[in-house]
């Protein structure tokens, strides 16, 4: 990759903090308000200071934020720079080995820029915008199903105990109407975009085919697997997503006598790693390759939830491999190399 004017940028709601660097060049830029004048006012400091090294590329190194960042990513890529995305705990614990001690926004912002010029971090590609519509609607219904089971539990509590106002079980069951409506009008908006997209509608049908893949699976999946694919151009394996995903093996030990249990790395969306093992809490009930495979390794000693996490990773792994080669899923797959 050619050089490039590298800003680390640590985001907050209202603002976001600058510090650009090339190579051991370094300058903080401050704050800027995060919204379009922001962008703008940053987009000008920074044509100065490409100027001024002769460069003509940006690259925006920046960690995700629950959202906070997506307005100044968009207008990244609208200005063609290049975007990275790296995984916080793998920022954190480089910075642990090169001396960074404090925090605060001047020094996070800093130290991302430090990062991408030392690490050099994969650039992220833009994804298609239907899969960002898609990822933002499933994000929203996980959060409505979160606060109407909230919700719900607050109303069993409540309902027959003395002391309760009745207005109080009165505004419960109108939250959890509320909710419930917003619930069936986002699923409606979620199921006319995936008939929209053939691209969805087609491989949906075949990750449903899985075993341990049901409907409350299939369409995070289907992101994640959209995502990777775009994070590596088309280029990424079975093994790199597992990583991505946080489902890879880590084994700790130390020396000769230090042994801990093994377990993942948990470095990817927790949300999904969560999908996936409760799919395949339900795919080992039934008659199918993953029942076998998960029996198999019990047999051989391994705890049932070592197992379990194992067949998490194996759905995962056959996922990826009919979605990347656009195959249909059959009951020998699993003896194909997947």
């Not at 990062?115 to 050099?120: A, F, I, K, L, T």
């Not at 992101?223 to 990777?228: G, N, S």
């Amino acid at each position: 990759m050619r050089q490039a004017l590298v800003i680390g940028v640590d985001m907050a709601k209202k603002d976001f903090t600058v510090s650009s660097r090339v190579e051991a060049a370094e300058l903080a830029l401050g704050k800027f308000v995060n919204e379009a004048s922001g962008y703008r006012t940053l987009q000008a400091q920074l044509d100065k200071q490409c100027e001024a090294h002769g460069l003509t590329q940006i690259h925006l190194i920046i960690e995700a934020t629950g959202g906070y960042e997506a307005a100044l990513v968009a207008y990244a890529y609208e200005q063609q720079w290049l975007v990275s995305m790296p995984n916080p705990k793998q920022v954190r614990d480089w910075a642990k080995g090169v001396g960074y001690r404090v925090k605060t926004d001047r020094v996070d912002a800093r130290l991302l820029a430090h990062y991408g010029v030392e690490r050099h971090p994969p650039v992220r590609p833009q994804l298609a915008l239907e899969v960002s519509e898609l990822d933002s609607l499933l994000k929203r219904r996980l959060d409505l199903e979160q606060a109407l089971q909230k919700e719900q539990t607050r109303l069993s509590e409540l309902t027959g105990r003395p002391g309760i106002a009745p207005k109080v079980q009165e505004s419960l069951q109108q939250v959890i109407e509320a909710l419930t409506k917003a619930l069936t009008e986002l699923q409606q908006a979620i199921d006319e975009l995936c008939q929209a997209h053939e691209p969805f509608r087609v491989n949906l049908a075949r990750l449903l085919a899985l075993p341990g893949v049901g409907p409350k699976v299939v369409l995070p999946l289907l992101v994640k697997l959209l995502q990777w694919q775009s994070l590596t151009s088309g280029e990424g394996d079975a093994k790199g997503l597992t990583a991505f995903v946080g489902l890879d093996p880590q084994p700790y030990e130390s020396g000769s006598s230090v042994r801990k249990q093994p377990g993942i790395s948990k470095m990817g969306d927790n949300e999904i790693r969560r999908l996936l093992y409760m799919g395949a809490l339900g795919g080992i009930r039934g008659t199918n390759p993953l029942h076998s495979f998960y029996h198999s390794l019990v047999g051989r000693g391994k705890a049932k939830k070592v197992a379990l996490v194992a067949a998490a990773r194996k759905i995962l792994v056959w996922a990826w491999t009919i979605f990347s080669r656009q195959l249909d899923w059959n009951p020998d797959f699993h003896q194909i190399g997947a």
